[in-house]
């Protein structure tokens, strides 16, 4: 019996559907598998940690801000902020070309299944849109902690003030910022509310001391004397490992009805202006004591007034 015009045309039709369009799928399926395996493989031989001193491939091509300190001297504590930096990068890679890959493995075993995309497509669009204004704030989190990683703003080990809180930072996050501050508080900042980063890890820091005087001083002996034990300080260890300029004697900043305020700074390594200021305070305060040079109120504020009006004495 000859087989009709309908019967071959069905035979193909169940061909296609049994033999030639799952093989198709399997094809894409598998073709995708392959490729998603191949760029993350790729992205974790970018971000891979190559050890201390080695910075990983994919930051090469990107600016590192690390203070000075973390660029010439290899810590666990630069170890730790790059191998967070470039583990991040990675992790947002894997997820967008695993969310590429599938979609347009999805979108090819429709097609080879035979229903119309483009609707979908508009669909998904649609979708996408309504669910980014009722994430937003989560979108705007994450952009914004993508952009800060990529140029590196702030990394862990950096000092910085972030508006609200300021401290150390501890984790950087695509979502969350972690900082700690002078009290052992742990802050969580979200990184789309952070308008404002000061950082004060980045390039160097500057120590500043504001000397308070008496009026009755004599400013010239005292500017003397406080440069003299402040270049004889920094001159000496540990505090000459930490000073990158000479000290500046700027000389009388304020001037009120008790005080006069004289001012000297000194340019520092990022983060180390506190110690050098407490260091140069307690050798120039304890040299004023040797001099004779005496702050506003010897006797405490109250105990001169009192002192001043007592019996006897000219108000």
Known sequence: MTPTASDLALSDTAQEWLVVRPLQILAIVVGAVLVRYLAQRLIDGLTKDRGPGQVPALLRPLRDRAPERVRTAVSPLVH?????RAHTM???????TSIAVLSLAVIYVLGVLGLDVAPLIASAGIVGVALGFGAQNLVRDFLSGIFMILEDQYGVGDVVDLGEASGVVETVGLRVTALRDINGTLWYCRNGEVLRVGNKSQGFAVAVLDLPLAHTTDVDVASAVAARVAAEATAESPLSEDVLEPVQVLGVDKVTADTVTLRITVKVRPGRQWAVQRALNQRILDEFDEQGIR??????RFGGLAEAHAPGTAP
């Open 80 to 84: 730790e902020r790059r191998k967070q």
């Open 90 to 96: 990675g992790s947002v890679l894997k997820s967008v």
């Open 295 to 300: 702050p506003p109120y010897p006797q405490g």
